[in-house]
């Protein structure tokens, strides 16, 4: 009974992040290609996940783990390599990495999946 609960709620959140997806591509449709592919990217990503797939962010070393979430918070590269006391090299290293792993296509697609899914 307590997995059952818990399937549905993760399939609740899921579907709202769908719903924003959904409305974000919508408003992107017209001001350009490039916001509109990303948004449908992201919405592509979730719908994809309802059959199966999650995202696995297990892939993630702690360090990516870290850059991702300060990437979701709005921080810039050079901010993100200052406050965990590496290169910037370093950094576009980790991010390269990141969107590799979850197969992102572009840095602006990686910040606007960040926002979404970053804890």
Do not use: P
Request: positive net charge.
């Amino acid at each position: 009974m307590d997995k059952t609960i818990e399937l549905l709620k993760q399939a609740e959140a899921r579907i709202r992040k769908i719903r924003q997806d959904y409305e974000l591509a919508l408003q992107h449709f017209e001001t350009g290609k490039k916001e509109f592919e990303v948004a449908f990217s992201l919405l592509s990503r979730n719908l994809n996940g309802m059959s199966g797939s999650s995202i696995s962010f297990e892939k993630l070393t702690d360090t990516e783990k870290s850059v991702f979430k300060l990437i979701g918070d709005g921080l810039k590269g050079k901010e993100i390599a200052a406050k965990l006391g590496m290169s910037v090299k370093t950094f576009n290293n980790h991010r390269d990495n990141i969107r590799g792993k979850l197969k992102i296509r572009s840095a602006y697609e990686l910040k606007e999946f960040a926002k979404r899914h970053h804890a």
